[in-house]
T-cell receptor, first 114, second 109 residues
Framework: ETGVTQTPRHLVMGMTNKKSLKCEQH?????MYWYKQSAKKPLELMFV???????ENNSVPSRFSPECPNSSHLFLHLHTLQPEDSALYLC?????????????FGPGTRLTVL | GQNIDQPTEMTATEGAIVQINCTYQ??????LFWYQQHAGEAPTFLSYNVLDGLEEKGRFSSFLSRSKGYSYLLLKELQMKDSASYLC??????????WGAGTKLIIKP
């Protein structure tokens, strides 16, 4: 596979469930990102990992927990979510996070919290 | 605060030209990006401007004026496949992307 892949593409979960989103990039990049995209709102940056180290956590609630075991893989662990967390969750990667580099996006996971 | 403004929706006719504007106020500036996002798909990179002026790439051009905090994306010879959302994003002094809400472009035959 090439580019940035995300699984699952769609997820429906109850507020008491625990689930994980997975992202994998095949581009040899060193930076990976999680974004939240809600309808008619700007993309919200959630987390940034640069060379496997978390460099940004933009005031994201603790019910979202990221994990980056290596430069190619990124997870977002979800637990006790709220209905307002329903959104498209996009993963992206770039060469690194400290300079200009375009970001390459995965297709996203459409999350619905019941 | 940081802010990116772009129109919510625009409509244009196949074969015509459309200009999508973006104004910004950010903490520092390390370039402006335009991305295209078809419904249900990933955003894909279109252009990057860091110096004033016009960058042309086929049917798409992007313009930047740093003194005015302004950019536009110009799409020529519109095709039905150009129906998508166009996202403007500015890289701030920390090299983080600050995003606009996107402009949904509807192309009519």
């Amino acid at each position: 596979e090439t580019g940035v892949t995300q699984t699952p593409r769609h997820l429906v979960m109850g507020m008491t469930n625990k689930k994980s989103l997975k992202c994998e990039q095949h581009l040899g990049h060193n930076a990976m990102y999680w974004y939240k995209q809600s309808a008619k709102k700007p993309l919200e940056l959630m987390f940034v990992y640069n060379f496997k180290e978390q460099t940004e956590n933009n005031s994201v609630p603790s019910r979202f927990s990221p994990e980056c075991p290596n430069s190619s893989h990124l997870f977002l662990h979800l637990h006790t979510l709220q209905p307002e967390d329903s959104a498209l969750y996009l993963c992206a990667s770039s060469q690194d996070a400290g300079s200009y580099n375009e970001q390459f996006f995965g297709p996203g996971t459409r999350l619905t919290v019941l | 605060g940081q802010n990116i403004d772009q129109p919510t929706e625009m409509t244009a006719t196949e074969g015509a030209i459309v200009q999508i504007n973006c104004t910004y106020q950010t903490s520092g500036f390390n370039g402006l990006f335009w991305y295209q996002q078809h419904a249900g798909e990933a955003p894909t990179f279109l252009s990057y401007n860091v110096l004033d002026g016009l960058e042309e790439k086929g049917r798409f051009s992007s313009f930047l004026s740093r003194s005015k905090g302004y950019s536009y994306l110009l799409l020529k010879e519109l095709q039905m496949k150009d129906s998508a959302s166009y996202l403007c994003a500015v890289m701030d002094s920390n090299y983080q992307l600050i995003w606009g809400a996107g402009t949904k472009l509807i192309i009519k035959p």
